[in-house]
């Protein structure tokens, strides 16, 4: 149960190991700050949580004195969600201890942790968790919504990987989550985001990857575009589980390996990584090149961690930004269409469009075995942001995610995406991705957990 510390924020401050910021400190604004610089809040309290303890005492304090709780580890919700106007902040951020087990072939990753903090750890004994693309994304927020990236052709989604996880509830109690322990809690949590609880410890299932791997990036400009899409296709529906392609909508980035007159080019880039054979990655890259030769291409071996933060900086902090999800089962003619028609009408040469594969081990996946929001047959999920350097800018990025999007949804699976690509609530697309049956009982566990959901700021699930 939660402990009673109630009055003013010195005595939180007592109470916690972890240090408590208020408006008054001097670290406060930059500890306010988080990813998406659209968002502008001022936090009540910022508690800077080191353990679960600590965690459960900061929420039971802000239940004692009526303060609105959000959860922050990466702080990359786009709406986000990871703070709030006059409230209190259970900031994981000071928790980043990753803590690997080659024999076991398991990690137990902090609550705060961070993507890059995971690779780094595993990747020392050749081994890596499936998630994300970007280095400095929360492991918190991506892997209680899905959590998707290079590896999930190979091994499926983080939560497919998760084996447990330590779980501080509404009540404060501290519990273990596993197959045959709160298995309920278990369950929802891989997929139905942060509205059960603060996980401070995850534990994961790890891979033999790495740590070289093959990488190709081939881009093709917008007049090469419908039939380079159309040889993407193919060699995307056929390519060995080994490998990965990430699909990208995008300008061409002012790199050292991309010609000078290229530089902010629109176009498609087809990025492509080989964890198997070296010559079966080599024999793709020809395939497309000789199909439709890119403008320009980069192709190098590459260190998994490498391959992990190569787009950190395109998605740095501090830029103002708008998305919107959804899912396609292919790359049919009308959708490469759609694509092709709406690349060239960004304003901004930072918004980006970025498809990403799933199929084989994320297929494979028994669909109602954890909570995850969308269906397991093999397709798309596809991220359109609007980026921007100021909030003026963004008017123009937002029209065109919208506009995006709508053109998308005939060839879409359907209003309900992942659940991490919502910016909004937006409650008809968030049951549709779950769908009744699991929306249902996601409700019922949240109401045996958060009976009075004071965890809701995420994509939420009502208390039944
Ligand atoms: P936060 O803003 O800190 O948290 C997001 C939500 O999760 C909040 O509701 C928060 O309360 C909750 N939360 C976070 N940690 C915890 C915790 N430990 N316990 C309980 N609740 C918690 N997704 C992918 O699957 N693959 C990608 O490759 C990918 N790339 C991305 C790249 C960028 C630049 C961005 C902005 C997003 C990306 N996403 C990706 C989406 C990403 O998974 C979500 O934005 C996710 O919510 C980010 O998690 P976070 O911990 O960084 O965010």
Known sequence: MTSTVSGGVEALRTAMGGAVLDPSDPGYDAARAVWNAAIDRRPAVIARCSSAADVSTAIGYAQATG???????????????????????????????????????????????????????????????PLGAIGHTGVGGLTLGGGMGWLTRQAGLSIDNLVSAEVVVADGRILRACADENAELFWAIRGGGGNFGVVTEFEFRLHEVGPMLEFGLLFWGVDQAAEALRVVREVLAELPRSMNGIVAGMSAPPEPFVPEQFHFRPGF?????????PAEHARVVARLR?????????????????????????????????????????????????????????????????????????????????????????????????????????????????????????????????VNGMTEQEEHRVLAAYGRTKYDRLARIKREYDPANVFHRNINIRPA
């Open 67 to 129: 303060l609105e709780i959000a959860v922050r580890c990466g702080a990359h919700s786009m709406s986000g969600a990871s703070t709030v106007d006059g409230g209190l902040v259970v900031d994981l951020s000071g928790m980043r201890d990753v803590t690997v087990d080659p024999q076991a072939r398991r990690a137990r990753v902090a609550g705060g942790a961070l993507l890059a903090d995971v690779d780094a750890a595993t990747q020392a004994h050749g081994l890596a968790v």
């Open 269 to 277: 880039a087809l990025m492509l990584a080989g964890f198997g054979d």
């Open 290 to 418: 000789e199909a439709v030769p890119p403008l320009f291409e980069h192709v190098s071996p590459m260190p998994y961690v490498a391959l992990q933060q190569m787009i950190d900086e395109a998605n740095a902090w501090g830029r103002h930004n708008y998305e919107k999800s959804t899912n396609i089962e292919a790359l049919t003619d009308g959708v490469i269409e759609v694509l092709t028609e709406h690349v060239s009408l960004r304003s901004s040469p930072l918004s980006i469009f970025l498809l990403y594969r799933l199929d084989e081990a994320y297929a494979d996946a028994d669909a109602d075995a954890t909570a995850f929001g969308g269906s397991r047959i093999p397709q798309f999920a596809m991220f359109t942001v609007g980026v921007s350097f100021s909030a003026e800018q963004l008017v123009a990025e937002r029209n065109w995610v919208r506009g995006l999007w709508d053109a998308m949804q005939p060839h879409s699976l359907g209003v309900g995406s992942y």
